[in-house]
């Protein structure tokens, strides 16, 4: 017994010996991040700070080089957080993001910028839009599609009428719960509140357990939660921000149908974004309305061995049943093979835009 006293008391003072180098280091890692904001500054007073194609080479290589135990993917996110927390020193980031506070884009917006970001909430992905062309924000946070439920194609049609670019991405994991207040009594519950595609990705299990309780629709899961504040007889389907933000109780866990569903939300900004060596890039595409016109879109991506990784099709504004494509891809604009496929799509498309190239979602 006396043994593992001793060996225990030894492993708590290195503990406490790390734990003064990482405090150390972090605050040395501090002090050159203001250095490189007075750098910044003296060269040019409007310096940008942030850089998403730096920041997901820096937690790309830390994935490299982790060995663990802790999984790569959580050592990213406690070097995203110091990362934020540095940059805040140098200027802090305020980011726009679809709202109220505690919705799962919030939660994508921290995920990608770290606690120490500016998250303001707004009430509609166009105005989302608007604050980052007004340069009200320096970026913004919008969904685009869903693994079970599909694209968002509000935010798709609002591209058509914006000159936002696209500066990175971020997938989240989306997992509901089922929650009910201090005062809910949870063997009368009739009622049950939450956004429309979260009844659609909870549907087979609300079926089974809750067959007879009206479902009704709001326009979002935060609030959902907070609407539960002030009925005995009711629940709401939200994730864990809300839960905590309105300190509510989970009546059952990752209630989602899949075990898989995921969100993949796109971060706007007024900037292109330079080759991280990982990179996606968006296109919107309207071609002519001639037999043959989608073939023809395609073909030099497969003949340049670029991988496609969605096609999506949205009515045009300019006439009845004429259609734009949206694209993603792997690669750079800046890659002479991208180049040379946007430049053979350009000479067959009615009207080409790059809605951008950024870093491949790292976490």
């Known amino acids: 017994m006396a043994d593992t006293s001793i060996n225990l008391d030894a492993l708590r003072q290195r503990i406490d010996q790390l734990d003064d180098d990482i405090l150390r280091l972090i605050s040395e890692r501090a002090d050159c991040a203001q250095q490189v904001a007075h750098i910044k500054l003296a060269e040019d007073e409007e310096a940008v700070f942030y850089r998403p194609e730096r920041e997901a080479q820096v937690l790309r290589r830390i994935m490299a080089l982790n060995k663990g135990p802790l999984d790569a993917e959580e050592m990213a996110r406690l070097f995203r957080e110091i990362m934020s927390a540095c940059l805040a020193l140098e200027k802090p980031i ?49 969904p685009v599609e869903n693994s079970t439920e599909g694209v968002v194609n509000h935010t798709l049609d609002t591209f058509m009428d914006s000159s936002i670019r696209i500066c990175g991405e971020v997938v989240l994991r989306i997992h509901h719960h089922l929650l009910v207040s ?42 959902a939660a907070k609407l539960v504040k002030t009925e005995w007889h009711s629940a709401a389907i939200a994730g864990d921000m809300a839960a905590k933000l309105y300190n509510l109780e989970r009546v059952a866990e990752k209630i989602e149908d899949r075990p898989d569903n995921s969100t993949r939300f796109l971060i706007i900004g007024n900037q292109d974004i330079p080759m991280s060596g990982e990179d996606k890039t968006s296109i919107v595409v309207a071609m ?31 006439g009845v049943w004429n259609y734009v494509f949206f694209i993603d891809f792997k690669g750079h604009r800046d890659e002479p093979r991208v180049t040379a496929v946007l430049e053979e799509v350009q000479l067959r498309a009615a009207e080409l835009r790059v809605l951008g190239s950024y870093p491949q979602g790292v976490l």
């Open 94 to 142: 305020k980011v726009s993001y679809l709202g109220p506070e505690g919705t799962f884009t919030q939660q994508a917006a921290l995920k990608h910028f770290g606690e120490s970001a500016i998250s303001l909430p707004m009430a509609a992905i166009d105005e989302v839009f608007r604050e980052v062309e007004a340069g009200a924000v320096n970026y913004g946070v919008v």
């Open 182 to 223: 201090e005062t809910t009594r949870r063997d009368k519950v009739s009622r049950i509140y939450s956004h429309p595609q979260s009844f659609a990705q909870c549907r087979k299990w609300l079926d089974a357990h809750f067959p007879h309780a009206e479902r009704v629709p709001v326009a979002s899961n935060a609030e």
């Open 288 to 318: 002519r309305n001639q037999p043959g016109a989608l073939h023809d879109l395609l073909e030099p991506f497969h003949r340049h061995q670029i991988d496609m990784t969605r096609l999506e099709t949205r009515p045009s504004r300019t």
